[in-house]
């Protein structure tokens, strides 16, 4: 297949005999994933800012032991600085759990959906999106980069 003039490039067209259901159900497979990105990334949101608080309980457990609150910081040193956010986990953990579990699974599930039914490609519901959206000829409408129309 050559490229086309006026479209998008080879790696997100549809392969043929794919059909609009198959294509529809990759991109809900694909947005269910953006999702899951999302969570990872607040996962990690997660991990820095329980592991910067903890942190901070340094600082808190100075300054109550300097303003005479010895049981204060007492009660913060044995009972919450360093303490499990689960049962028997750090932040960390739960990270590398869901990375190594469900993320590593998702991701999978989606690569083999892609590469069994449209050859890996990605993308391809919001590729022909874009073809029924963009107002050719006009610029920043262009199929992609480098293309006149």
Not at 47 to 67: E, K, P, Y
Not at 77 to 97: M, Y
Request: with cysteine.
């Amino acid at each position: 297949m050559g490229q086309h003039a006026d479209g998008p490039d080879e790696a997100h067209r549809r392969p043929a005999g794919v059909s609009d259901e198959t294509v529809a159900a990759l991109g809900k497979l694909s947005e269910a994933l953006e999702c899951v990105e999302r969570v990872r990334g607040h996962l990690y949101s997660l991990h820095q800012l329980v592991g910067h608080a903890d942190l901070m309980l340094d600082d808190a457990v100075q300054m109550f032991r300097s303003a005479g609150h010895r049981d204060i910081a007492e009660r913060i040193v044995t009972e919450l600085l360093g303490r499990n956010v689960i049962a028997g986990r750090w932040t960390f953990q739960i990270v590398e759990d869901f990375d190594d579990g469900y993320y590593a699974l998702f991701r999978d599930v989606d690569r083999q959906a892609r590469d069994q039914l449209v050859g890996g490609r990605r993308h391809l519901y919001e590729a022909e999106m874009k073809e029924r959206r963009r107002s050719r000829g006009r610029p920043g409408h262009e199929a992609r980069p480098g293309s006149a129309g």
